[in-house]
């Protein structure tokens, strides 16, 4: 100390002191630095209240700690390796305990005495509310529910409700199992071409309620320069079996009349009912008394132009299994026919129409027509009235 009084205080120290006036700046080879000036980053200490190096294991006290450092200033930010941090200031993520006070981390295994105080008085005012509810409505819920299942034991039967009216004056129950019937003339029309022309029908009715009905079904066809055509009449009983569709059996009879007459009959097993986009679809197996088996397919679709105009296409088919000479029937597909009728409908009763029908014999059905001298390829223009009741 001695030795540092020789040099006067506030002036500057030579470099090769190892001391510098207070006040001053100390040279880089100095290990000391003046108090509150900067200390030299070789120093081991650095001035108080200044920066320290961050070689320095110390840092001036209330400034920034190096992270290097274990400490750091009180009062300022400590290092994320630092096991304690200032108080009054965040804790880090790792610091096991917080400064109190302050949120306290998840990981922490304490919280504030004051919140857990708060904490446990809210509990115990819930606590005692539930219970006072519970004594205070139970008795009230009990007696009702009493009530109740007194008037449920004193209740008199609906039956016996009714039994004390008149039940004269009751009206009419509803009847949902009336008998309904229809009859449809669909084609009662004349058709004609270059060759020649024929009378046509096609009728259809029906009797029974929404489940089960019986059937009468007729179409035929008659020549209107020699007399000659054919007749068929089917009876069918019918039962639905899902919505819109219905099975039918019966027995099936055609004649044919003119300068040889001849008939037969059949046992019938079909298929009618409406199919998606209201497609009325029609199918039949028929088997001859004399083992003959045959089949038919019929789909028409009605096409509203207008509220009055409706134009109606229809395809039929045949096939027969067998030949039958006397009828002129050949084996596999007999004929195909194509119809297109467009009606006016003055009402849903009544109305007249127009319309083209194209006709197609094939195989063997084609060769005994030739030899008839008859036509296997034949278009008509058609007129014609429909009918309902």
């Known amino acids: 100390m ?28 100095s290990p000391l630095e003046e108090r509150g000036k900067k200390i030299s980053t070789n120093s081991p200490l650095k001035e108080r209240g200044k920066k320290i190096s961050t070689n320095s294991p110390l840092e001036e006290r209330g400034k920034k700690i190096s992270t290097n450092s274990p400490l750091k200033e009180r009062g ?60 205070s409505y139970t008795p009230v819920v009990m007696a009702e529910g009493k009530q109740i299942g007194d008037r449920l034991t004193n209740l008199t ?49 029906w009797v029974g309620g929404d489940y089960r009905r019986l059937w009468l079904k007729t179409d035929g066809e008659v020549n209107t320069e020699d007399g000659e055509g054919d007749a068929e009449v089917q009876l069918l009983y019918s039962q639905l079996v899902w919505s819109f569709w219905e099975w039918q059996t019966g027995v099936r009879y055609d004649r044919i009349f003119g300068s040889e007459s001849d008939g037969r009959a059949f046992l019938v097993l079909g298929l009618q009912g409406l199919a998606p986009y209201f497609f009325e679809v029609d199918a039949a197996i028929f088997v001859s008394e004399d083992g003959d088996i045959s089949a038919r397919l019929s789909v028409e679709y009605e096409l509203l132009l207008t509220q009055r105009l409706v134009l109606q296409p229809e395809f039929e088919v045949n096939v027969a299994a067998q030949e039958v000479e006397e009828f002129e029937i050949g084996t596999g597909f007999n004929d195909l026919e194509l119809e297109m009728r467009l009606r006016y ?34 278009v008509k223009f058609v007129g014609g009235l429909r009918f309902t009741f």
């Open 2 to 29: 001695k030795f540092l009084h020789k040099f006067r205080i506030g002036k500057k120290i030579s470099t090769n002191s190892p001391l510098e006036e207070r006040g001053k700046k100390i040279s880089t080879n």
């Open 76 to 135: 300022k930010k400590i290092s994320t390796n630092s096991p304690l941090e200032e108080r009054g200031k965040k804790i880090s993520t790792n610091s096991p305990l917080k400064e109190r006070g302050k949120k306290i981390s998840i990981n922490s295994p304490l919280k504030g005495g004051r919140q857990r105080k708060e904490l446990n008085f809210y509990c115990a005012v819930v606590g005692l509310v539930s219970l006072v509810s519970y004594f």
């Open 157 to 205: 039967s609906t039956w016996e409700i009714a039994n004390e009216y008149n039940q004269e004056n009751f009206p009419s129950p509803i009847k949902d199992n009336q008998i309904f019937w229809l009859l449809l003339i669909e084609e009662l029309e004349y058709r004609v071409n270059d060759a020649d022309s024929s009378f046509n029908w096609d009728a259809h009715g």
């Open 345 to 378: 409908e003055f009402s849903r009763r009544f109305a007249p129409y127009i319309g083209i029908s194209w006709e197609r014999k094939f195989a063997g059905t084609a060769d005994f027509a030739r030899e008839e001298g008859e036509s296997v390829d034949e």
